[in-house]
């Protein structure tokens, strides 16, 4: 779970408009920096099942709204994945 100061980070980075906090730009860096937090988590301890499950079930949605995001809008795409340095 992220904090709310770094959520409203990333909120005023990626936010398309003023009033911003649900487009999918802004979605996919969360959910970035939240697979990130959890990477790290399961680095210190592997056994914890639970957290890998949600893990891939975070990547998983963050990959179908990339897709969705690619498609609709391929500028912005290119742009985020850039942005957040991750494969697209």
Known sequence: MLEINKKQEIIKKFATHENDTGSAEVQIAILTE??????????EHKQDFSSKRGLIRKI??????LKKLKVENPESY???VKELGIRG
Do not use: A, N, P, S
């Not at 939240?34 to 680095?43: A, M, N």
């Open 60 to 65: 998983g949605q963050r990959k179908r709204m």
């Open 78 to 80: 290119l742009k985020l």
């Open 34 to 43: 939240e697979i990130k937090q959890v990477t790290k988590h399961l680095q």
